[in-house]
């Protein structure tokens, strides 16, 4: 009898933790993630792709080459990033040029190679199949 209940017992975790995994395949990622992916994309001088990813917001107002070309500058001004620290988190109803929704603004202090430690800010919005950017901007 104690067998049994063993295999069972094993049986049911290995069935908990597959049926997790498959849950966490279908979750959407948290603002977090998403801040962190596009931020990736920043950082690796794939300004267009950055672009693409944004929301409709993001590119509502530029081109991909403005875009490109604008964040390109930036990066030549502020250089590499380095470290970055989450310093905090935001939910917010509105944000300003946008339609009231659901935002997420993350803040970071970041240390860029040629400028050292910035409040660097991206602002995400919900949206079908996760958070998107809307907003970047770096602060001294």
Known sequence: MRPRIAITFALALVLGAASR??????????????AQSWLALVDQSRFADAWKAGADLLRKDTTEAEWTEGM????????????????SRDYHRQ??????????????RTHFSS?????????LTAAPGGYRVIAYGIKR
């Open 72 to 87: 390109q500058r930036l990066r030549e001004k502020y250089g590499t990033a380095e470290s970055r620290q989450i310093l």
């Open 21 to 34: 995994s498959a849950l966490a395949a279908n979750e959407v990622a948290p603002p977090e993630v998403a």
């Open 115 to 123: 400028a050292g430690d910035q409040l660097e800010l991206v602002t």
């Open 95 to 108: 944000f300003e040029g946008a339609p009231d929704g659901t935002y997420f603004t993350m803040r970071y």
